[in-house]
C-alpha cells in the first residue's frame, strides 16, 4: 500500500493557524484521489534537536520522525517563506536527513533511493522557486527521486503580505498543480514499487 | 558629480516594451531627486560575447560597456526574472565583471572597490529575492558596496502572469522601496568620493 | 533504444579545453556502460538567440538543438561555475526550454514529461550545490524527472583556481558518483519506456 | 569606540570543536589589528525559539542576543555548510532578525540601518558562494550595508571531507581575505559613526 509523509516545517506550533498546513492538505486531497494515505506532522512540535547524527539523544525526537519517513513511500516537503528561505524548521530536517547518506540497505543502496520526494511552498510572497530548488537539490542529494513538475507553491503580490490561509478559495493554477504533483509522485512510486534501482 | 550607470538586462531587444526598464526609469527618476543623472543601457542590444577576459575580441562590445561602468559612481542593475533566474543577459554581465577582479587601481585596490550597486528585479511571480541575493554575491565579489536595503522588486502572485508593465499605478511599497533604494546608493557613494577604503 | 544528449554550457568556443567536457565524457561513458549513447553538444558554438519562443528567427540555432533534446531520453546538462552560478549559456538554454510548458502531447501532457536530466558541474571552486539546485527546479519545472543522486561535480579548494582538467586522474568519489549518475538515469529512463507518466 | 559582534551558527554546542569558530576568531584578530573588539557567541548554546516577533517569551533567549547586536556596529556572520545551505541555526537568527523591519530609530529608519554586516563561512567542500548570497540578501533587507568583499570563507576539494580546523595553517589567500574583510568593515562602520544614511 503506497503511503505519504507530509512534513509542515511552519515555525507555529501545536494548532495555530499555518498557511503551510493549507497546501498540505490540498495535496494530501489529491494523493488520496489515488488511494495513497498521508500523515501530515508538524515538525516544530517535535524537538528535533540540531546535528547530523541519526540520533542525538538527551530527549531528541528526531528518530521517530526518521521512523515515519522510512516506512513512506512518498515524502511531501512543506515549509513557508521567510526572508525569502525555507525555514529554519526545514533546514533542520534537512540537516538530519543528511545521515542518511551512510546509511544503506542489505544491497549496498543508500537507504532513501528508491523513495519520491515533492515540495509545497507558500509565503506572503516570492521565494518558493528559489526554496524549491534547495530542497530538490538537498532531497536528491540524500536519495529522493523528484517526479517532473514535482512542486506545488503559492505567495501573493510582492510587498502586498497576503497570506495563502486568508484566500476565499484556492486558485484554479494552484489546485491544478498540486493535483499534477499527486498524480506524478504516485505514478513514480508504484514504477518503485515494481522496479527498485539497480545495488 | 555623482551619476549612475543602469543596466537593463531584459532578453527583448530595441525599444520592446519591458518591465524592467520601467523599474529601472523609476530608481532614475529617485535618483535625479539627489542630482544624480543615470544613463541606462539595454545590454541585450550590444554584442557581448561570452569570456571572461576584458576583451574577447572580434566585434566584442563589452569594452564599451566596461568602460562606462567604470566612468559611474552607482551601478542599478536591473534584471527581469526566468525561471525563478536572472537572465542570461545578466549572468553574461557577471561573467564579464568577474575579469575586473584582476584588475588594480594605483594603489593596488581592485577598480571597482568604491564603487556602489543597488538592484532591482522585476518578473510575472516569485523570484526577486533569489536573484538579488544572487547578484549581490557577486557584485559584492567583484568590489561593489552594497548599500542598506539595497534591492528593489515587484513580481505578481504565484502562476497568474501579470506583469510590471501592466500596472495601472506603481505599488505603493515599490515606489516607497525605489525612493529608499536610491537615497541609500547616494548616500554611501557620496561618503566614498570623501574617503575610499584604504589601499 | 535509450539515447542521451549531453550539453556543454561551457564559455570556451570551437576545441578550447573544457573542464565541462570532460566529466560529460566520463558520464557518457558511464552511459554506454548501459548501451545508452550520448551525443556531447557544445552549446557556445551555435547562434541561441535571447528569448523565450520556441523559434526567435533571424538565424537562431535553438530549433535544431531543441529538436535533439526531444529526440532523446536522457538529458545531461553540463556547466560550469562562473562567480558562484551557472554560465550564461546554460542560463539561455534553461530560458529556451521555458517555452516548452506550453508545448503538449496528443495526450495533453508537457512535451518533456517522460523524460529524464542529470547534471554535471564543474568549477575551480565552489557552486555545484548551488547550481544543480537551480538546474534541478528549472529542468523539473519544465518536465524533467530527476533520478536519485542525480548530480556529480567536481570543484577545487576554496581560493585556490585549480581546474577539473589538470587532474591527473579522475578523483574515486567523482567517479563513483558518475557511475552512480548514469545508471539512476538509465534505471528511470527505462522504468518511462515502459510506463509513462499518466495524461 | 567602534565595536563588532560575531556569530557563530555551528550546530555543536559547547566547547567542541567548531571550524566557524576558527575563521571568526580570525577574522576577530583582524579587526583588532583597527582597534576593534569582537564579541564571539556560539548561537546553538542559547535557547533561540522558532518565531518573527522580538521575543517569543518562555525562556526564549533571543531577546538578549538581539541587545547585543544593536549594540554593536558591526556583525560577523559565521556559519557552516550543512548539505550546501547555512545550518538551521543561521537561518534561525535570520528569521528572528526578519522582526527588526518593524522597529525603528527616533528618525524612523529601521533600527539596523547604519550597521554593517559581513559573513564567513566554512564547509568541508562546496556551498560558499550561496551561501554568502543568501546571507548578504537577508541581511541586507533588514537594514545592514554589505562593505566591497565582504566575504571571507573556505572549504575543500569536492567530496574529499576536509575540515577546515584539520588545515596546518591559514591558507594564504584565506588569510588576505579575512584582512580585507575586516579593513572593509571597519572603514564603512566608521564613515557611518560620522554621517549615517539619511532618515
Not at 526572508?83 to 533546514?91: D, F, I, K, L, R
Given at each position: 500500500m503506497t503511503s505519504a509523509l507530509a512534513l509542515n516545517c511552519t515555525l507555529k506550533p501545536g494548532d495555530a493557524p499555518s498557511?503551510?498546513?493549507k497546501i498540505l492538505r490540498e495535496v494530501a486531497a489529491q494523493l488520496a484521489q489515488h488511494d495513497v494515505m498521508t500523515e501530515i506532522v508538524r515538525v516544530v512540535d517535535l524537538a528535533v534537536h540540531p546535528g547530523v547524527d541519526t540520533d542525538m539523544g538527551g530527549g531528541?525526537?528526531?528518530p521517530g520522525l526518521r521512523a515515519k519517513i522510512l516506512a513512506?513511500?512518498?515524502l511531501v516537503f512543506g515549509t513557508p517563506t521567510w526572508?525569502?528561505?525555507?525555514?529554519?524548521?526545514?533546514?533542520r530536517v534537512i540537516e538530519r536527513l543528511d545521515a542518511e547518506l551512510s546509511?544503506?540497505?542489505e544491497e549496498g543502496r543508500p537507504i532513501l533511493v528508491g523513495k519520491v520526494a515533492v515540495v509545497a511552498v507558500v509565503g506572503n510572497e516570492d521565494g518558493a522557486h528559489k526554496i524549491t530548488?534547495?530542497?530538490f537539490q538537498s532531497l536528491n542529494d540524500v536519495g529522493f527521486t523528484i517526479p517532473a513538475q514535482g512542486a506545488?507553491?503559492?505567495n501573493g503580490e510582492a510587498m502586498q503580505g497576503g497570506d495563502y490561509n486568508d484566500l476565499d478559495e484556492?486558485?484554479?493554477p494552484v489546485a491544478k498543480t498540486n493535483a499534477t504533483v499527486a498524480a506524478h509522485a504516485v505514478h513514480l512510486a508504484r514504477l518503485f514499487e515494481v522496479s527498485d534501482y539497480p545495488a
Open positions: 498557511s503551510t498546513d531528541d525526537e528526531w513512506s513511500d512518498i526572508v525569502g528561505h525555507m525555514s529554519s524548521v526545514a533546514q546509511e544503506t540497505d530548488a534547495d530542497l506545488t507553491y503559492w484556492t486558485p484554479e
